[in-house]
């Protein structure tokens, strides 16, 4: 079987909640000469996922603006599809799975924290 355009997810049923983690690597072009170029090819993101009970990592296009969302804060997939690349070895091949969307935004964006979460104090306390 051959999925040409990768598998297209079901949100809710496949994620639940996500949560903005943290940047987790560029993907950098590749010269003509198999050296690494300047031009970034893809971002890829940790997100927190209730569903899976796990951190997942998601790729976007690198001609999206960088996310640098608050720790937590809620976010939400644009056309996640979940995809695969193979590599040949003497057995056959290794198959790897991974996810890739258009976008990663921000869910609800009047609920969301500001800032660091960790510098904020509990209403009613003052900094010392």
Not at 54 to 68: E, F, H, L, N, Y
Not at 97 to 105: G, V
Request: glycine letters at 6%.
């Amino acid at each position: 079987m051959r999925l040409a355009n990768g598998i297209v997810l079901d949100k809710e049923k496949t994620f639940g909640v996500l949560k903005f983690s943290a940047l987790r690597h560029e993907v950098r072009m590749e010269n003509e000469d198999g050296t690494t170029s300047e031009e970034i090819k893809r971002r890829t993101y940790d997100l927190k996922c209730s569903v899976q009970e796990r951190m997942i990592q998601v790729s976007i296009p690198a001609d999206v603006a960088v996310k640098d969302y608050p720790y937590n804060a809620e976010v939400e997939l644009i056309n996640p599809v979940a995809d695969t690349v193979a590599n040949a070895n003497f057995r056959g091949a290794d198959v790897d799975w991974y996810i890739k969307a258009d976008d990663i935004i921000l869910k609800n964006k009047g609920n969301q924290p500001v800032g660091n979460p960790q510098n904020h104090t509990l209403q009613g306390q003052s900094k010392k």
